[in-house]
């Protein structure tokens, strides 16, 4: 009797056999190729080593006779007897906020709380270290503010409760509010070989609210529009007005950025395209 169990003999071909395909459907992995293949455990580590090279997952099954390897490759739509299988796109949208740091003066309970009269003296006293009193003399000398050209001539010291406490504040370097911006995010995902979404077009320009629904709610630009629920949340949002004397330079609108792209975990792509919705400045941003 042999100390050591007999070796299973192997016969037939060296190669990998292969076995049917077959064409995966998945939100977060999108539309993959997989592919079994059974043969000699070392043959099947190469192959799983250039499957994995090349974005695909898998498994290994390991026997002492015929070893099995299953994987899943990306691909960008496939052909099967004639018939095209679209790759998967998604298009996701999301609203959000982000906290952004203004100067105070472009609070709107400052602007509507205390006088021209006193912004422009209280911002001039802070940007030359000076008095009050000083202040509002050399305003009343040039005729025009510290920031921002008004219709006065006369500048007065300012009294009120409101103005002085914010003066004491700008004196102490509470000089900011945190307003909150309302952004909305659009991301594609697909797959890392499609030209979907490919263009950046408008980058840095401004949309009104209708513009952007022209845009995001377009079924020829888009597989899945934004939701109706997006709409009715953006369209409850409050307007902003900018300062009286500025009303002429400022849009409530949104801004567009650029699009970024990521590679995730399954080799699907995110294209990420933000609107953020404040008061923009026409000097420094066009709109469309």
């Known amino acids: 009797m042999p100390i050591n169990p007999t070796i299973p003999?192997?016969?037939?071909?060296?190669?990998?056999?292969?076995?049917?395909?077959?064409?995966?459907?998945?939100?977060?992995?999108?539309?993959t190729l997989g592919l079994k293949n059974t043969g000699d455990i070392n043959l099947l580590l190469a192959l799983a080593a250039l499957a994995e090279s090349q974005g695909a997952s898998g498994e290994l099954f390991v026997s002492p006779v015929l070893s099995e390897l299953s994987t899943q490759t990306p691909i960008q739509g496939i052909t099967i007897n004639g018939?095209?299988?679209?790759?998967?796109?998604?298009?996701?949208?999301?609203?959000?906020?982000?906290e952004s740091s203004e100067s105070v003066f472009s609070d709107p309970l400052v602007q509507a709380g205390i006088s021209t009269n006193d912004r422009a003296v209280i911002a001039r006293a802070i940007a030359e270290a000076?008095?009050?009193?000083?202040?509002?003399?050399?305003?009343?000398?040039?005729?025009?503010?510290a920031t921002w050209p008004v219709p006065v001539t006369t500048f007065s010291v300012p009294t009120s409760g409101e103005s002085?406490?914010?003066?004491?504040?700008?004196?102490?370097?509470?000089?900011?509010?945190?307003?909150?911006?309302?952004?909305?995010?659009?991301?594609?995902n697909v797959n890392q070989q499609s030209t979907y979404n490919?263009?950046?077009l408008n980058v840095n320009k401004l949309y009104t609210t209708?513009?952007?629904?022209?845009?995001?709610?377009?079924?020829?630009?888009?597989t899945y529009p934004i939701p109706s629920r997006l709409i009715t949340k953006i369209n409850n949002i409050p307007a902003q007005s900018p300062d009286p004397n500025e009303a002429a330079y400022y849009l409530w609108s949104w801004k567009k950025s650029?699009?970024?792209?990521?590679?995730?975990?399954q080799f699907r792509v995110d294209i990420v395209t933000e609107y953020v919705l404040a008061l923009w400045s026409t000097i420094r941003y066009a709109p469309i």
């Open 258 to 265: 650029a699009s970024r792209e990521q590679i995730n975990s």
């Open 9 to 31: 003999k192997k016969t037939g071909t060296l190669g990998p056999i292969p076995k049917p395909f077959t064409v995966r459907f998945d939100p977060r992995s999108g539309q």
């Open 210 to 222: 209708a513009q952007l629904f022209s845009e995001v709610n377009n079924g020829f630009l888009w």
């Open 130 to 145: 000076s008095t009050l009193e000083d202040a509002a003399e050399a305003c009343s000398e040039d005729g025009i503010g």
């Open 198 to 200: 490919v263009a950046d």
């Open 83 to 98: 018939v095209t299988i679209p790759d998967y796109v998604f298009d996701q949208w999301e609203v959000e906020t982000n």
């Open 164 to 188: 002085l406490q914010l003066y004491n504040e700008l004196q102490k370097s509470q000089d900011s509010w945190g307003p909150f911006f309302y952004v909305l995010r659009h991301t594609s």
